[in-house]
Nanobody
């Protein structure tokens, strides 16, 4: 059984930082492509970042490039999303995903999802 558990969300002022964690069980993050997505109220779930399983190549949405960093700790079987210079428009529920079955950049491309963690950025 695959389980993803996110943590690290919270309320932060604009310009601040947060680090989200996603710990996996039932799958090894080092050999799986891992993605972070977010969903704001009334909006569709959108791609934020991904780290490829075999190569560790990273990808970012243009809206977060230069501010967010995805990384992983294989020993802890955990993927992180370091978020700096946060903006109010970054407010959303953030989800991690595993099990690439399609496009790296599409929510439909992943089989397994965490429950999400709320990030709220105040202005």
């Amino acid at each position: 059984q695959v389980q993803l558990v996110e943590s690290g969300g919270g309320l932060v002022q604009a310009g601040g930082s947060l680090r989200l964690s996603c710990t996996a069980s039932g799958r090894t993050v080092s050999t799986n492509t891992m993605g972070w997505f977010r969903q704001a109220p009334g909006k569709e779930r959108e791609f934020v970042a991904a780290i490829m399983g075999s190569s560790s190549i990273t990808y970012y949405a243009d809206s977060v490039k230069g501010r967010f960093t995805i990384s992983r700790d294989n020993a802890k079987n955990t993927v992180y999303l370091q978020m700096n210079s946060l903006k109010p428009e970054d407010t959303a529920v953030y989800y991690c995903a595993l099990g690439l079955i399609g496009s790296t950049w599409s929510p439909q491309g992943y089989r397994y999802w965490g429950q999400g963690t709320q990030v709220t950025v105040s202005s």
